[in-house]
């Protein structure tokens, strides 16, 4: 059984394209008095990028309430970024309250935000499956699966996890998920 854990140390290099990925999303935000200059990112783009490369390290030592509160303000700049609420998600999500109501609100509104951000999917895929939503955990973690860049770096076990989902749908939830188990023998 492939574990959360598992699958997101597989390419630290796949958060960094993840915070990249949605730069459009970003500049959409931006005020439009930027420079002729489209190669270099905008002011608030590279602020967005500081502040959740920020958060999320934070959130790696454990810091999980100091992580939101960067990612919050983040957020009030850019409400709608799919980069910022990702990362929102994931911290909600890893925090030690695992608090996967919001965490899965939040991954949904990103979503809303950027429908074909690969990384949103895979993360919102992750979360339905630890909760047993195995119906949306295979349709979101196959959008992802369905992506060249995400197809290239984690297809096959994207594609491992999606053959278990496909075996477990018609099985009763155990009282324990395997991917809980999985995922607190890391701590």
């Known amino acids: 059984m ?5 699958l997101r140390s597989l390419a630290p290099f796949l958060f960094l394209l993840s915070v990249w990925q949605p730069l459009c999303c970003a500049q959409e935000t931006a005020s439009s008095t930027e420079s002729d200059n489209s190669s270099q990112p905008s002011p608030l783009v590279v602020k967005l990028t500081d502040m959740v490369v920020k958060g999320k390290s934070m959130a790696d030592e454990g810091k999980f309430e100091e992580a939101l509160a960067k990612l919050k303000e983040a957020q009030s700049l850019a409400p709608k970024n ?6 929102v998600g994931f911290v909600l999500e890893m925090r030690i309250t695992k608090d ?3 965490a ?6 990103a979503l809303e935000a950027d429908p074909q951000n690969y990384s949103v999917q895979r993360n ?3 979360l339905m499956y630890e909760r047993w939503k195995l119906k949306e955990a295979r349709k979101y973690l196959t959008l992802a699966y369905n992506n060249p860049l995400m197809l ?6 994207l594609l491992k996890l999606i053959t278990i989902i496909d075996e477990l749908v018609d099985k009763p939830k155990p009282k324990s998920s395997t991917a809980d188990v999985k995922r607190n023998e890391g701590h």
């Open 82 to 87: 799919p980069m910022v609420l990702n990362t």
């Open 152 to 157: 290239q770096e984690h297809g096959s076990e």
């Open 100 to 102: 996967q109501d919001a």
């Open 2 to 6: 492939i574990s959360r854990k598992s």
């Open 124 to 126: 919102l895929g992750m």
């Open 104 to 109: 899965e609100a939040v991954y949904k509104q």
